[in-house]
C-alpha cells in the first residue's frame, strides 16, 4: 500500500523558518514528480511547489517564490520544503503528492494521485 508520510510542522514566529519532509512508503517514488501544496481554513487547497525525479526543474507559487525550496533525496524516497521568512499568511495544512511514475513536475492538483494527510503549520505574528 502506497503511503506519503509529513513531518516537521509545527508552531513558528513571523520571520522563522521550519522544514517539512515527506517520506513515501510501499514504492519507490524516484521515477515520479512530487509536490506540495497547502489549504489554509476557509480556503481551497493551492499550490506551493514542485520538483521533478531528477531534482532538475522545480517550480514555484509566486508567494512563497525566495522563501521556500524544495529538494529531494530519491535514496532515502523523501522530499523536503524548506520555508525560509514564514509569514501569517503562510498558516496552512501542509500536503505533499506524488506523480506516479510521472517524472515531470506540475502545478495543479488534479496532476497527483497520491496525497500525504497533511501537516500543520502555523506562524504567529
Known amino acids: 500500500q502506497v503511503q506519503l508520510v509529513e513531518s516537521g510542522g509545527g508552531l513558528v514566529q513571523a520571520g522563522g523558518s521550519l522544514r517539512l519532509s515527506c517520506t513515501a512508503a510501499?514504492?519507490?517514488?524516484?521515477?515520479?514528480?512530487m509536490g506540495w501544496f497547502r489549504q489554509a481554513p476557509g480556503k481551497e487547497r493551492e499550490f506551493v511547489a514542485a520538483?521533478?525525479?531528477?531534482?532538475?526543474?522545480?517550480y514555484y507559487a509566486d508567494s512563497v517564490k525566495g522563501r521556500f525550496t524544495i529538494s529531494r533525496d530519491n535514496a532515502k524516497n523523501t522530499v523536503y520544503l524548506q520555508m525560509n521568512s514564514l509569514k501569517p499568511e503562510d498558516t496552512a495544512v501542509y500536503y505533499c503528492?506524488?506523480?506516479?511514475?510521472?517524472?515531470?513536475?506540475?502545478?495543479?492538483?488534479?496532476?497527483?494521485?497520491?496525497w500525504g494527510q497533511g501537516t500543520q503549520v502555523t506562524v504567529s505574528s
Open positions: 520538483i521533478s525525479w531528477s531534482s532538475d526543474i522545480t
Open positions: 510501499g514504492r519507490t517514488f524516484s521515477t515520479s514528480a
Open positions: 503528492a506524488a506523480r506516479m511514475d510521472v517524472p515531470y513536475a506540475a502545478r495543479y492538483s488534479g496532476a497527483y494521485d497520491y
